[in-house]
Protein backbone atom coordinates (compact mmCIF):
# COMPACT_ATOMS: atom_id res chain seq x y z
CA UNK A 1 0.00 0.00 0.00
CA UNK A 2 0.94 3.35 -0.57
CA UNK A 3 0.19 4.95 2.37
CA UNK A 4 0.21 9.25 3.81
CA UNK A 5 1.33 9.97 7.34
CA UNK A 6 0.60 13.80 7.94
CA UNK A 7 0.89 15.65 10.87
CA UNK A 8 -0.03 18.84 12.17
CA UNK A 9 1.58 21.45 13.91
CA UNK A 10 4.31 20.66 16.79
CA UNK A 11 4.17 16.97 16.66
CA UNK A 12 7.98 17.56 15.35
CA UNK A 13 8.54 18.30 18.82
CA UNK A 14 7.65 14.89 19.63
CA UNK A 15 9.92 13.51 22.31
CA UNK A 16 10.71 17.27 24.36
CA UNK A 17 6.84 18.64 24.30
CA UNK A 18 4.81 17.12 27.31
CA UNK A 19 6.66 13.80 27.29
CA UNK A 20 3.97 13.32 30.34
CA UNK A 21 0.83 13.17 27.55
CA UNK A 22 2.98 12.27 24.26
CA UNK A 23 5.66 10.39 25.66
CA UNK A 24 9.32 10.54 24.97
CA UNK A 25 9.81 9.25 21.28
CA UNK A 26 9.89 11.32 18.01
CA UNK A 27 8.28 12.00 15.34
CA UNK A 28 11.50 10.02 13.49
CA UNK A 29 11.16 7.06 15.88
CA UNK A 30 7.51 6.89 14.46
CA UNK A 31 8.77 6.76 11.09
CA UNK A 32 11.13 4.35 11.81
CA UNK A 33 8.50 2.31 13.56
CA UNK A 34 6.24 2.01 10.50
CA UNK A 35 8.74 1.79 8.06
CA UNK A 36 10.26 -1.64 10.31
CA UNK A 37 6.39 -3.18 10.98
CA UNK A 38 5.33 -2.65 7.36
CA UNK A 39 8.26 -3.18 5.27
CA UNK A 40 6.42 -4.01 2.25
CA UNK A 41 4.71 -0.65 1.95
CA UNK A 42 5.60 2.71 0.99
CA UNK A 43 4.95 5.29 3.15
CA UNK A 44 5.39 9.22 2.38
CA UNK A 45 5.79 10.99 5.56
CA UNK A 46 5.22 14.89 6.46
CA UNK A 47 4.74 16.97 9.50
CA UNK A 48 3.78 20.83 9.03
CA UNK A 49 3.03 23.92 11.12
CA UNK A 50 1.32 24.69 8.12
CA UNK A 51 -2.19 24.74 7.82
CA UNK A 52 -2.07 25.32 4.25
CA UNK A 53 0.88 23.27 3.41
CA UNK A 54 -1.26 20.39 4.78
CA UNK A 55 -4.00 21.04 2.51
CA UNK A 56 -2.10 21.23 -0.70
CA UNK A 57 -0.83 18.08 0.08
CA UNK A 58 -4.20 16.77 0.99
CA UNK A 59 -5.05 18.35 -2.87
CA UNK A 60 -2.61 17.13 -4.72
CA UNK A 61 -3.88 13.24 -3.57
CA UNK A 62 -6.52 14.41 -6.37
CA UNK A 63 -4.17 13.84 -8.93
CA UNK A 64 -1.90 11.23 -7.55
CA UNK A 65 -3.67 9.48 -5.15
CA UNK A 66 -2.44 7.30 -2.43
CA UNK A 67 -4.19 4.24 -0.55
CA UNK A 68 -5.02 5.96 2.32
CA UNK A 69 -4.10 8.67 4.57
CA UNK A 70 -3.54 8.25 8.51
CA UNK A 71 -3.30 12.24 10.06
CA UNK A 72 -2.58 13.45 13.16
CA UNK A 73 -4.14 17.40 12.32
CA UNK A 74 -2.80 18.75 16.06
CA UNK A 75 -4.31 21.79 17.34
CA UNK A 76 -6.49 22.08 13.64
CA UNK A 77 -8.54 19.01 14.81
CA UNK A 78 -10.85 21.21 16.91
CA UNK A 79 -11.21 23.94 14.62
CA UNK A 80 -9.73 23.55 11.09
CA UNK A 81 -13.24 23.28 8.58
CA UNK A 82 -10.13 24.13 5.62
CA UNK A 83 -8.74 20.91 6.14
CA UNK A 84 -12.23 19.39 6.61
CA UNK A 85 -13.18 20.45 3.27
CA UNK A 86 -9.71 19.08 2.07
CA UNK A 87 -10.35 15.47 3.55
CA UNK A 88 -13.80 15.30 2.25
CA UNK A 89 -12.61 15.73 -1.38
CA UNK A 90 -10.91 12.44 -1.56
CA UNK A 91 -11.81 9.21 -2.48
CA UNK A 92 -9.36 7.73 -0.12
CA UNK A 93 -9.85 6.55 3.45
CA UNK A 94 -8.20 8.81 6.01
CA UNK A 95 -8.09 7.97 9.39
CA UNK A 96 -7.63 10.58 12.00
CA UNK A 97 -5.28 9.83 14.82
CA UNK A 98 -3.98 11.13 18.36
CA UNK A 99 -1.25 10.11 20.84
CA UNK A 100 -3.48 11.15 23.42
CA UNK A 101 -6.81 10.49 24.57
CA UNK A 102 -8.62 13.44 23.40
CA UNK A 103 -12.03 12.72 24.94
CA UNK A 104 -9.94 12.66 28.55
CA UNK A 105 -8.36 16.15 28.62
CA UNK A 106 -9.53 19.67 28.13
CA UNK A 107 -13.12 20.41 26.93
CA UNK A 108 -11.98 22.00 23.64
CA UNK A 109 -10.13 19.07 22.43
CA UNK A 110 -13.31 16.78 22.77
CA UNK A 111 -14.26 18.10 19.24
CA UNK A 112 -12.76 17.03 16.07
CA UNK A 113 -14.40 18.76 13.34
CA UNK A 114 -12.43 16.64 11.35
CA UNK A 115 -13.64 13.40 11.69
CA UNK A 116 -17.02 13.32 10.45
CA UNK A 117 -15.45 13.40 7.21
CA UNK A 118 -12.65 10.64 8.18
CA UNK A 119 -12.76 6.58 7.94
CA UNK A 120 -12.40 6.89 11.96
CA UNK A 121 -10.93 8.09 14.41
CA UNK A 122 -8.27 6.69 16.69
CA UNK A 123 -6.90 8.36 19.80
CA UNK A 124 -5.13 7.36 23.39
CA UNK A 125 -2.54 4.68 22.57
CA UNK A 126 0.56 6.90 21.65
CA UNK A 127 2.76 5.64 19.07
CA UNK A 128 0.98 2.50 18.43
CA UNK A 129 -2.21 4.85 17.33
CA UNK A 130 -0.79 5.45 14.37
CA UNK A 131 -0.02 1.48 13.70
CA UNK A 132 -3.67 1.09 14.42
CA UNK A 133 -4.57 3.40 11.73
CA UNK A 134 -2.21 1.59 9.40
CA UNK A 135 -4.17 -1.40 10.24
CA UNK A 136 -7.39 0.44 9.80
CA UNK A 137 -6.51 1.76 6.31
CA UNK A 138 -5.32 -1.99 5.47
CA UNK A 139 -9.07 -3.53 6.98
CA UNK A 140 -10.77 -0.48 5.52
CA UNK A 141 -9.34 -1.03 1.92
CA UNK A 142 -9.46 -5.37 1.96
CA UNK A 143 -13.71 -4.57 2.60
CA UNK A 144 -13.50 -2.22 -0.21
CA UNK A 145 -12.12 -4.61 -2.41
Known amino acids: MKILILNGPNLNTLGKREPG???TQTLDDLERLLVKKYPADNFEFLQSNDEGVLISRLNALLEAPADGVVFNPGAF????????????????????????????RESFRKTSVIAAVC???????????????????????????
Not at 82 to 87: E, H, P
Request: overall charge neutral; cysteine-free.
Open 119 to 145: AGQISGFGMHSYILGVEALKLHTNSKR
Open 21 to 23: VYG
Open 77 to 104: THYSYALRDAISMLDIPVVEVHLSNIHA
